[in-house]
């Protein structure tokens, strides 16, 4: 598995919910749910929430399929034990969370973890975790008291729900609350800004303000100015992203499912397929040893 993906901010929970591969094209399907039990208490949520996640992804990706993204535990008590360990890790070696507990969050976000679609499970080696659209009460598991700027060990920590880790070029590692900002707050990029919006900056470098995208024919700088399925064309307004066989000049000119080769946009590969980088396959799995795509998730 090789990505492109910069691995220098990093946000966790939101990356055991954000900064993975997405496996997409698994099949939704449901098993029987992973975290039954009494109701989740503060002091073993942690342990019930990474057997929920590495229960599903195992229920969902057969062993050559988890290989192929990197995850090489064996079962998924292993694989819940490593990724505990993560987590303690980015924690300072705890798993205390600066926040309260909220119980009735946390059994949602579990049911919502075993109830997933197979399409949510995202991988980042031994680090994963579902889709943040299919599990939305996790987030709200531990209600975080650490402000913007205070040093956190994972999202639950902070108020807003967002713990930015970054290492620097020597390899040490700082992490801080640092939510991406609503509507009507500066910024000075589109990545300060929420995912539904934009960063509207009338003259760079100045700080502009984060607005809602613009749909079709409004006038951007970049297609991350535009609605998701829009891109922002030669003539600087947005337009419908290009279906395979149009011209492209980068992957934002294409539509999903699609990926831009030789300046025009063509379907993201299949397994077997050759490929480059994660994002040339439609499982976003590019196998190292064979420069193939892996097959998708399929679950059972």
Same mark, same amino acid.
């Given at each position: 598995?090789?990505?492109? =993906? ?7 929970? +939101? ?6 591969? $997405?496996?997409?094209?698994?099949? &939704? ?26 229960? =599903?992804?195992? $229920?969902?990706?057969?062993?050559a399929a988890r290989a192929a993204r990197g995850l090489d535990a064996s079962s998924a008590d292993a694989c819940a034990s490593n990724l505990k360990a993560i987590f303690v890790a980015f924690n300072g070696g705890g798993e205390e969370v ?26 980042? @080696? ?16 531990? /209600?975080?008291?650490?402000? &913007?700027?205070?040093?956190? @060990? ?18 040490? +590692? ?8 609503? $509507? @009507? &707050?500066?910024?000075? +990029? ?6 539904? %919006? ?30 998701? &399925? %829009? =891109? ?8 419908? =992203? ?7 000049? +980068?992957?934002?000119?294409? $539509?999903?499912g699609t990926t831009c080769k030789g300046a025009m946009c063509a379907p993201l590969g299949a397994a077997g397929a050759p490929c480059f980088t994660d994002s040339d396959c439609a499982s976003s799995a590019c196998i190292d040893a064979t /420069? ?9």
């Amino acid at each position: 598995m090789r990505t492109h =993906r910069p691995v220098m901010l990093v946000t966790f929970l +939101s990356a055991v919910a954000v900064a993975m591969l $997405a496996a997409p094209g698994c099949k &939704e399907d449901k098993t029987p749910g992973s975290s039954g039990g009494p109701d989740p208490t503060g002091s073993d949520f942690l342990s019930r929430y990474v057997k929920a996640v590495c229960d =599903r992804t195992f $229920a969902c990706c057969d062993a050559a399929a988890r290989a192929a993204r990197g995850l090489d535990a064996s079962s998924a008590d292993a694989c819940a034990s490593n990724l505990k360990a993560i987590f303690v890790a980015f924690n300072g070696g705890g798993e205390e969370v600066n926040g309260t507990f909220v119980p009735e969050k946390a059994e949602a976000c579990l049911a919502e973890i075993d109830a997933s679609p197979c399409a949510g499970i995202e991988f980042f @080696g031994a680090l994963l975790g579902v889709d943040e659209k299919s599990t939305p009460s996790c987030p709200d598991a531990w /209600d975080g008291s650490a402000p &913007e700027g205070e040093a956190c @060990g994972t999202n639950w920590d902070c108020v807003r729900d967002r713990c930015l880790r970054n290492i620097d070029s020597s390899g040490q +590692s700082s992490s801080a609350c640092k939510a991406r900002a609503v $509507a @009507g &707050e500066p910024c000075t +990029s589109p990545f300060d800004c929420e995912e539904a %919006l934009r960063c509207d900056q009338p003259s760079s470098p100045d700080p502009g303000t984060c607005a809602p995208r613009l749909a079709m024919g409004g006038s951007c700088k970049g297609s991350s100015d535009c609605e998701a &399925e %829009l =891109r922002c064309a030669d003539d600087g307004t947005c337009q419908t =992203r290009e279906q395979a066989g149009g011209p492209c000049t +980068s992957d934002d000119d294409c $539509a999903s499912g699609t990926t831009c080769k030789g300046a025009m946009c063509a379907p993201l590969g299949a397994a077997g397929a050759p490929c480059f980088t994660d994002s040339d396959c439609a499982s976003s799995a590019c196998i190292d040893a064979t /420069d193939t795509c892996a097959d998708v998730c399929k679950g059972n």
